[in-house]
């Protein structure tokens, strides 16, 4: 069956490391997202991409990149990772633009 | 700037009585609408979504929600609530219409007592 997968599914890093979450999906969707989930804010989007070579910056930005070399994946990069970014991360695909998102199981990141 | 608001953090119902979740939306068009929910420790599950036409629409677990353009809403109800509707849900909306980028809402925790 199609699916989407996230790893790892858990990581605790220090304050400053670079850190790079993984996305792979199999149903050949265009677009994939990346969310943060934070109790008391629900989840806010990070980056997306509706397409190879296509990225695009949501909500909260700041501190993460994606790249999109193929369709299958999106990895979110932390670039220097700060304790702010604790969260757990969700990434999510979809097809065509009237179709539902599929979402993963998430990333619980600690940052020390 | 779109954006959505679920004024109703935690709500408790008795089992089998109805339920009603509230969802506000602010958004420039005609919106694209979704309700999703989370059970403890999981990823989340579409319950159903709004991109045109019948203003009722249904979803999965006898879940329903409808769209009212002039109050900027779109509530999501259940007739009869069970033990297992407890979780989280989210309302969103679509960042755009190229794509289905979401914005959520905060979420609203469901509790559910016997």
């Known amino acids: 069956d199609a699916e989407i997968t996230q790893s790892p599914r858990h990581k605790i890093t220090e304050t400053g490391r670079q850190v790079t979450l993984a996305c792979h999906q199999t149903?050949?969707?265009?677009?994939m997202f990346w969310y943060r989930q934070d109790l008391g804010h629900g989840l806010r989007l990070i980056h997306y991409?509706?397409?190879?070579?296509?990225?695009n910056k949501g909500e909260v930005s700041d501190g993460y990149s994606v790249s999109r070399s193929n369709t299958e994946d999106l990895p979110l990069t932390l670039e220097s990772a700060a304790s702010s970014q604790t969260s757990v991360y969700f990434c999510?695909?979809?097809?065509?633009?009237?179709?539902?998102?599929?979402f993963g199981q998430g990333t619980r990141l600690t940052v020390v | 700037a779109q954006s959505v608001t679920q004024p109703d953090i935690h709500i408790t119902v008795s089992e089998g009585a109805s339920l009603e979740l509230r969802c506000n939306y602010s958004?420039?068009?005609?919106?694209?609408l979704f309700w999703y929910v989370q059970s403890p420790g999981q990823g989340l599950q579409l319950l159903l979504k709004?991109?045109?036409?019948?203003?009722l629409v249904q979803g999965i677990k006898g879940f329903e929600a409808e769209f009212k353009r002039s109050q900027s809403s779109f509530n999501l109800r259940k007739p009869s609530v069970h033990w297992s509707d407890a979780a989280e849900y989210f309302c969103?909306?679509?960042?755009?219409?190229?794509?289905?980028?979401?914005?959520f809402g905060k979420g609203t925790t469901l509790s559910v007592s016997s």
């Open positions: 969103a909306v679509g960042l755009n219409q190229a794509g289905t980028a979401l914005i």
């Open positions: 999510a695909s979809a097809g065509t633009k009237n179709t539902e998102a599929f």
């Open positions: 991409s509706y397409g190879v070579q296509d990225t």
């Open positions: 149903w050949n969707h265009n677009n």
């Open positions: 709004y991109f045109s036409g019948d203003t």
């Open positions: 958004y420039g068009a005609t919106p694209y």
